[in-house]
């Protein structure tokens, strides 16, 4: 059991540090060249929605 969890937490460690930070190494396993963080964040929702959204009295 406790090589099994070695292997998880050693893959996880892997994937987490080293592929995702890497930015030729990303395609290889099937992320996208860019990270996410440099795409542009979506609007808040404003108006009904965001009334809806934070279930505010409808006054």
């Given at each position: 059991?406790?090589?099994?969890?070695?292997?998880?937490?050693?893959?996880?460690?892997?994937?987490?540090?080293?592929?995702?930070?890497?930015?030729w190494l990303r395609p290889l396993f099937g992320l996208?060249?860019?990270?996410r963080r440099t795409r542009p964040a979506k609007p808040a929702p404003t108006g009904e929605a965001d009334r809806l959204w934070r279930l505010?009295?409808?006054t």
């Open positions: 059991m406790l090589l099994l969890g070695a292997a998880v937490l050693g893959c996880a460690l892997l994937h987490e540090i080293l592929i995702r930070r890497t930015p996208d060249m860019r990270s505010e009295d409808p």
